[in-house]
């Protein structure tokens, strides 16, 4: 149990165009997701924390208006980076809890290139 | 806020040897402690975890300990195999469910 999609694990776009990268929790219900950023050898950074139904809470700097999230239900999330540039190509990830003591599990990740 | 540390950066040991992964936090009101193994362009994935009622914790190869005192945890893998190569990621947090990570440890196991 406690499976977490991503899609898509990897995309390639134009400078100026928008992309959006889904996370679902496929056998459970996420009270909680995380959407992270990690560049080449170096750690997770959080971005930004989404509970269902409410306004994602945003780490400081990173740009709310840039990587717009939506948690539709329980079990979606989707992190939406606008107007992309080449500085966005990165490794985003997603979490989901469960809500059962802080464990969190992660999808497998998607591969931004922006050119 | 939260801080972790993780140390060392690298860690090279032979095959078959142990390896030990240290980590300090800050906030001594962090209460969860897990341990995540990352692979090369592969999601983190949990290999052990321990909360701060909880001193030791173990899993077969795999062993976590934790100073709630000194504010610090470490992971210790024993007879080391090359699967274990990888980064590892130590995190504490506290109820609020947010992890705050540190930097990594990238290991390697040497035939």
């Known amino acids: 149990g406690a499976v977490v999609s991503q899609h898509p694990s990897w995309v390639i776009c134009k400078s100026g165009t928008s992309v959006k990268i889904e996370c679902r929790s496929l056998d459970f219900q996420a009270t909680t997701m995380f959407w992270y950023r990690q560049f080449p050898k170096q750690s997770l950074m959080l971005m930004a924390t989404s509970n269902e139904g409410s306004k994602a809470t945003y780490e400081q700097g990173v740009e709310k208006d840039k990587f717009l999230i939506n948690h539709a239900s329980l079990t979606l999330s989707t992190l939406t980076v606008t107007s992309a540039h080449p500085e966005d190509s990165s490794f985003y990830i997603c979490?989901?809890?469960?809500?059962?003591?802080?464990?969190?599990?992660f999808g497998p990740g998607t591969r931004l290139t922006v050119l | 806020g939260e801080n972790v540390e993780q140390h060392p950066s690298t860690l090279s040991v032979q095959e078959g040897d142990s390896a030990v992964i240290k980590c300090t936090y800050s906030d001594s009101a962090s209460n969860y402690f897990p341990w995540y193994k990352q692979e090369l362009g592969k999601r983190p994935q949990l290999i052990i975890d321990?909360?701060?009622n909880v001193g030791e914790k173990k899993d077969q190869r795999i062993a976590v300990t934790l100073n709630k005192t000194a504010k610090h945890f470490s992971l210790h893998i024993t007879e080391t195999q090359p699967e274990d190569s990888a980064v590892y990621f130590c995190?504490?947090?506290?109820?609020?469910?947010?992890?705050?990570w540190g930097a990594g440890t990238k290991l390697i196991i040497k035939p």
């Open positions: 995190a504490a947090s506290k109820s609020n469910y947010q992890l705050i």
């Open positions: 321990i909360r701060s």
């Open positions: 979490s989901a809890d469960r809500g059962n003591y802080n464990e969190q599990f």
